[in-house]
């Protein structure tokens, strides 16, 4: 088993913002990245946790991405908010944006946040779920880099586009899901490359078209959809409504926009919230109770909600610290001043 290093949760954002700022990027950018990285790295989403760090000072010192960026927030119509990132990271453009887009949601019953022109390497779930937080529905969603082949072919046009989506619950953290459109993050191939791993099968196929359990042969060649056409139309779904419909890149865009230096994706990010009490007036607590009545007859029968392991995760991580590869606290480590 390869060596792994245990961190206290106030090492784990002291060492983002250290290793931001150290990569050059501001102090605004540098608190809103290390707070989604800290957020994945304590709920145990180590494709997106503290690994993500190495890709941002990557991306800016690609001379990219713009560390000092001031995100433009745009009262674009009743039930529109729009954000120009100005090629900044997206977390910073989303937290500015975020009061407006819950304002709007509040008075409308629903609006959406179009962020435009942001490098985006983050999980989608802390920004659904700080949106629930408010007491809305939330979903989200945006392209990539073009990685993944379509169903039924073999070269690649659609990014790992992630959809997320959070539910208020009355007593308790909301109900959250958040995945790839394809069969698993591209993160989680790097992770398993840097470990020396195997993918399982049905993840990647190689440059020639074939299945392949070999993490460099499957970021060589193209990644596959999950449940075939299904993830294939969703996917899609994302890139126009994440990509044209906001006047954003699509994720092919996007990779040649990147000239083959490995930066971050750069495009758009959709972001929609609901407001139940302005659906459904004074029937709104029966309407949610529903919904409990929903989630109890999952559990009740042994299955799992999605979130539920990553709350786990999270209330052990605030007990016990988190434990990450040595080989990546030492990669963290070369980043840092001497
Ligand atoms: P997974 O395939 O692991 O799916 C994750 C989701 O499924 C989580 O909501 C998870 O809940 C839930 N889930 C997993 N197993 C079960 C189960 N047995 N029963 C019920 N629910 C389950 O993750 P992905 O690799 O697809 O994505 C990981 C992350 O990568 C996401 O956060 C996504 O936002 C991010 N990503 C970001 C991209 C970007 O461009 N910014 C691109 C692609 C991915 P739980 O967390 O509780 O396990
Ligand atoms: O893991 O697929 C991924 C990913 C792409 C951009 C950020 N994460």
Redesign the pocket.
Request: proline share 9%; aromatic share 12%; glycine share 6%.
């Given at each position: 088993m390869s060596e792994e290093v245990t961190l206290p949760l106030d090492e784990v954002r002291r060492i983002s913002i250290d290793v931001l700022k150290a990569g050059g990027l501001s102090g605004d950018h540098a608190q809103a990245i290390a707070s989604v990285v800290y957020a994945?790295q304590r709920?145990e989403?180590h494709?997106?946790g503290l690994y993500r760090l190495l890709g941002c000072v990557r991306s800016v010192k690609e001379g990219k991405v713009d560390p000092d960026a001031v995100p433009e927030v745009v009262d674009h119509a009743p039930a529109i908010v729009r954000v120009d990132a100005r090629f900044g990271f997206?977390p910073l453009a989303f937290e500015r944006g975020r009061p407006l887009l819950v304002e709007k949601a509040r008075r409308t019953g629903l609006a959406a946040m179009a962020i435009n022109n942001c490098f985006?390497?983050?999980?989608?779930?802390p920004e659904v779920e700080a949106i629930a937080a408010d007491g809305l529905v939330a979903l989200a969603m945006?392209?990539?880099h073009s990685w993944v082949a379509p169903a039924g072919g073999t070269k690649p046009v659609f990014?790992?586009?992630?959809?997320?989506f959070a539910w208020p619950r009355p007593d308790g953290p909301p109900f959250?899901?958040?995945?790839?459109?394809?069969?698993?993050?591209?993160?989680?191939i790097e992770l398993h490359r840097r470990a020396g791993k195997p993918i399982p099968a049905g993840w990647a196929i190689d440059g020639e078209g074939h299945p392949t359990t070999d993490p460099a042969a499957a970021l060589a060649g193209a990644m596959l959809t999950?449940g075939g056409h299904k993830g294939s139309a969703l996917s899609a779904m994302i890139e126009l409504m994440a990509g044209p419909l906001i006047g954003d890149m699509t994720s092919a865009e996007s990779m040649a926009f990147d000239e083959g230096v490995g930066a971050a994706?750069c495009h758009g990010e959709l972001i929609l919230a609901f407001d139940p009490t302005v659906f459904l007036g004074a029937d709104a607590a029966r309407h949610v109770a529903r919904a409990e009545t929903m989630f109890e007859s999952i559990v009740g029968q042994g299955?799992?909600?999605?979130?539920?392991?990553?709350?786990?995760?999270r209330e052990r991580s605030m007990a016990n610290g988190v434990r990450i590869p040595k080989a990546l606290y030492d990669d963290l480590q070369a980043l840092l001043p001497r």
């Open positions: 994945g709920d989403c494709s997106h997206s985006h390497f983050s999980a989608l779930w945006t392209p990539s990014g790992t586009n992630p959809i997320a959250v899901f958040d995945f790839a459109t394809s069969a698993i993050a591209r993160g989680e999950f994706p299955a799992r909600l999605p979130s539920q392991r990553r709350y786990e995760a």
